[in-house]
Each structure stands twice: as structure tokens, then as C-alpha cells.
């Protein structure tokens, strides 16, 4: 027989025991989830410790790179990516601007310009504005050098050479009228090689010998000009002995035209054979010379002329102590 007493003790309990298994049941859920954002979290540290790891890897490769091509550029044909040499004459002496922009600039980098002029060195450090000033005495070539100084290391890339007898070189052209005159002609633009601008020309004859022709066999001569090879010269240092004959100055249509008289010399035909030199002084005091050639060759002779058009190039003299 049932215990009717008991029944309603009975159901409590199961409810207990039923909201106990529930209790039991979300608590377990709930531990599943937090299991699963910690293994969420955890594997989002383990990814971004990855990326940060990959991106130092990265990082550290890129300035491998960058070193390496450093280095390379440092090693190559060049230290510099631009370089200027500029000659001029100043003041009675030879003045070098060399400009340089390096390929790489280091913290505390150096970088000296030089010239080596035969056994004599000159140097100085580039300004903010990358470029140095050397003034020294008239040379007839010179060879550049630049330094990149960084710490105790020292680099030196020598420049082309200059040869500063064709930097100051100027060109002329010939020109015999029927009166005798010998006219050298100038462009009115070789002022700007010539510091203190166009002064007094001479012409220079120098015998040289006797022309010994048969009446008749002579030839004459006209106008003209005639080139050297570019070859380096070495720069006069005097100038020849012989008959001076000052030139007269015209400017006309763009030329500074110097003219010498030599009717003289045809008058009396008595065959000697001259060279004729042309020497011009500028306005600082430098001289120039028709060089190495003379610029002309003449004889005058019974019923004949020669004439032969020979240089076409003017260099300055150096004389000792410039």
C-alpha cells in the first residue's frame, strides 16, 4: 500500500535534485565557453606574436637591403652621384671650384675636394652648399680628387684631369685684306675667358730663312684658318724674340678685330720668310700667345707672296712666379 505521507517529500526532492542537474549543466556550459575564448585569446597572442615576428624578420631584411645597397653604391664605379670642376684666372692666380653631391650621406660623413698639381697638393672641406674654392699658381693641367671621410676611414676618387691650357684656350680666324693687313679676328664672347677683357695686341715676326724661288714660280695667299688637334699643349713661358709691330683694335659686328700692317715687307720683297705670333695682354695683366703654332707664315719676294694660315688657338704665357 502506498505511503501517502511521503509523496510530497518525494517530489520536492527530485525538483531539488532536477535544479541541481541544471545548475550542474550551465556551469559546464559556461566552463565551455571560457575554455573556448581563452583558446580564442590564446591563439590570437600566438598569431600576433607571429606578425610581430614576421614583420621584424621583414624589418630586419629591408635594412639588410638598405645596408647592402649602400655599401654597393659606395663601391661602385663612383662615390658621387654629380661632380663639377670650374677653372678660371683671378687675381693673378689659377682658381679651381669643384662641386660634388655624394650617393650617400652618413651621419658625420666628411667630404674634402683636392687638386694634385704636379708636386704639390692642395685641399679643403665642401661648404654647406657642396662645393670648395682652391686658388694656387697658373698650372698647365691639373688632376681633381675628392675624399669622403667618414670617422678613421678615408676614401679618395680621383676626377678626369684637367688640362687648364684648353680650359683658358682661345679660338681665332684669319683674314688678309688687299692693303697687306693681317686681321685676326675675335667673338666678342671670348671676353668672358678673358678676366679684365680685350687689351693691346702685337704681331711678333721671326725670320726664319730665305725663299729661293725663280721669278714667276710664286704663289699668293688669302684669308682663312686653320685647326689644331685637341691634343694637350704645354703652356708658353716666353715670348719669341723679333720684330714687334703693335695691332690696331676695331669692334665690329661681334668681333674684336686686331690688324697688322705688313705692306712694308711687301714693298721690299727681298724674300725672307717670317712667322708671325700674335700676343694680346688682358686687362688683369694675363698675356696671351698664338700657340704652339705661329699664327701665320709669310715671304714676299720679286712677283711673289707666300702665305700660309697656321694656328688658330691663343694660350696664356706662364712666367715664372704666376
Known sequence: MEDKKTGPGKVFSWAVICLLAVNVFLLFSLKGKVDRLENAIDQTRIMADSNLREANQELSRQSAELEQIADMLEKSESLFQETAVETAFHDGRLQVTIRAVPKVQREGQQIAAGIQAGNQVFQELLDDRGQAVLEMEMMPSIRPFLKVINGAET?????????????????????????????????????????????????????????????????????????????????????????????????????????????????????????IFFTLETGSGLTYLTWPEPAAKIAYYENGISREMMGSKMYPVITEGR
Open 155 to 275: 676614401r679618395t676618387e680621383y676626377l678626369d684631369e684637367v688640362i687648364t691650357a684648353e680650359e683658358m684656350a682661345i679660338d681665332f680666324s684669319l683674314h688678309w685684306n688687299d692693303r697687306q693687313q693681317l686681321q685676326l679676328l675675335l667673338d666678342s664672347s671670348a671676353e668672358e675667358t678673358l678676366e679684365g677683357g680685350f687689351g693691346e695686341g702685337t704681331f711678333i715676326l721671326v725670320k726664319t730663312g730665305q725663299v729661293d724661288l725663280e721669278p714667276g714660280q710664286g704663289f699668293g695667299g688669302g684669308s682663312g684658318s686653320a685647326s689644331l688637334s685637341a691634343n694637350a699643349v704645354e703652356l708658353p713661358h716666353e715670348l719669341p724674340e723679333g720684330i714687334r709691330i703693335p695691332a690696331g683694335m676695331v669692334i665690329q659686328d661681334g668681333f674684336v678685330i686686331y690688324h697688322g700692317d705688313f705692306s712694308d715687307y711687301a714693298e721690299t720683297a727681298d724674300g725672307s720668310q717670317y712667322q
